[in-house]
Every structure is written in C-alpha cells, then in structure tokens.
C-alpha cells in the first residue's frame, strides 16, 4: 500500500491510476491524514439471461408429487 499527499496525487495521477489498475492501493492523504483510497476496479459479472437454459432442462411431471409414506416416515425419524 502507497500513501501520497494530495499534491503528489495530483501530478503523479495518471501513474498512480496505472499502479491501482495493476492491483496496488494508493491512499491518498490531506495533511497527513488518510482521505481516499485508490483501488482496482472489480470485474463486472456476466450478465444473466433469461431462458438461457430453455430446451437443455427437463422437469419430471410427478415433481411435485406427494412422497410415499415410506420416505416421509423416514424423515420424520419413524
């Protein structure tokens, strides 16, 4: 992690946007004390698309068929 001042950050911008880009943090300070940070930006995710395993998945028409009673016994710890 690097700390520069205000004035450094403002004439060192460019480079300092290329080491936060790169993975490093910068922080940047006002009067010696820490004001902002200078990060990397996170990779945006994919977006999803809906339908977009249409035709690739089947559901059993007796999906949401009540259990027998041998399964539901067996759960319940009978």
Same mark, same amino acid.
């Given at each position: 992690?690097?700390?520069?001042?205000?004035?450094?950050?403002?004439?060192?911008?460019?480079?300092?946007?290329?080491?936060?880009?790169?993975?490093?943090?910068?922080?940047?300070?006002?009067?010696?004390?820490?004001?902002?940070?200078?990060?990397?930006?996170?990779?945006?995710?994919?977006?999803?698309?809906? =339908? =977009?395993?249409?035709?690739?998945?089947?559901?059993?028409?007796?999906?949401?068929?009540?259990?027998?009673?041998?399964?539901?016994?067996?759960?319940?710890?009978?």
């Amino acid at each position: 992690m690097q700390t520069v001042n205000i004035h450094e950050a403002k004439t060192q911008f460019s480079r300092l946007v290329d080491a936060a880009a790169s993975g490093e943090e910068i922080v940047i300070a006002k009067a010696g004390k820490p004001a902002a940070r200078l990060v990397p930006m996170e990779q945006a995710r994919a977006v999803r698309r809906f =339908g =977009g395993l249409k035709g690739k998945v089947r559901i059993a028409d007796d999906f949401d068929a009540a259990l027998p009673d041998d399964v539901i016994a067996a759960f319940e710890g009978r």
